[in-house]
């Protein structure tokens, strides 16, 4: 199974901060890594798909880069929407697995 | 508008059995693989089972293997899944997802909670 390891855990900034997030791979997943937010009580929602792709309607601050086993999420001025927790999930094989998360609060 | 609207969460004994549904719209059902994840109580997300378009290819994470079923009724854009010998550990609320070509999961339930106890 591939492991999906997601860092740092928990992150606190200040809206207008650059955000970034790193996802690794236990073994290569080439491009099929996905990027999620979810908010409390709400169902995640699709961010970016195959590593940089932006999911319709998501806005333009998100993006992601990588490939194999290191890929990152970045969001370039927070904004007071975007704390919430963030999960990658590898779609190379199955079982599909998902990183831990990582929790965007505000310092 | 997509929507996955999942029903048939409650409480049950640890080793009982529920079969949660969801009902799709806004789509052609038919035409997308589907899928379950879980989340437990302040815990992360965790993939259960996938289920192809036809139906003829399934896929289930191991800790369910051989006591929960994925199944789907396309002629009712329905997706269900079958959970029998029910433990503590699948305690989560449960959402199904839709699985577009070569992409992640696209649209989300709302999700329904299973709570295993006695």
């Known amino acids: 199974d591939v492991q999906m390891t997601q860092s740092p855990s928990s992150v606190s900034a200040s809206v207008g901060d650059r955000v970034t997030i790193t996802c690794r791979a236990s073994?290569?997943?080439?491009?099929?890594l996905a990027w999620y937010q979810q908010k409390p009580g709400k169902a995640p929602k699709l961010l970016i798909y195959?590593?940089?792709t932006l999911q319709s309607g998501v806005p333009s601050r998100f993006s992601g880069s990588g490939s194999g086993t290191d890929f990152t999420l970045t969001i370039s001025g927070l904004q007071p929407e975007d704390f919430a927790t963030y999960y990658c999930?590898?779609?190379?094989?199955?079982?599909?697995?998902f990183g831990g998360g990582t929790k965007v609060e505000i310092k | 508008e997509v929507q996955l609207v999942e029903s048939g969460g409650g409480l049950v004994q640890p080793g009982g059995s529920l079969r949660l549904s969801c009902a799709a719209s806004g789509f052609t059902f038919s035409n997308y693989w589907m899928g379950w994840v879980r989340q437990a109580p302040g815990k992360g997300l965790e993939w259960v089972a996938n289920?192809?378009?036809?139906?003829?290819?399934?896929y289930y994470v191991d800790s369910v293997k051989g006591r929960f079923s994925i199944s789907r009724d396309n002629a009712k854009n329905s997706l269900f899944l079958q959970m029998n010998s029910l433990r503590a550990e699948d305690t989560a609320v449960y959402f199904c997802?839709?699985?577009?070509?070569?992409?992640?999961?696209?649209?989300w339930g709302q999700g329904t909670l299973v709570t295993v106890s006695s």
């Open positions: 289920i192809k378009e036809d139906g003829s290819e399934k």
């Open positions: 997802a839709r699985v577009p070509v070569h992409r992640p999961f696209d649209y």
């Open positions: 999930q590898q779609a190379d094989s199955f079982p599909l697995t």
């Open positions: 195959t590593a940089s």
């Open positions: 073994q290569g997943v080439r491009s099929w």
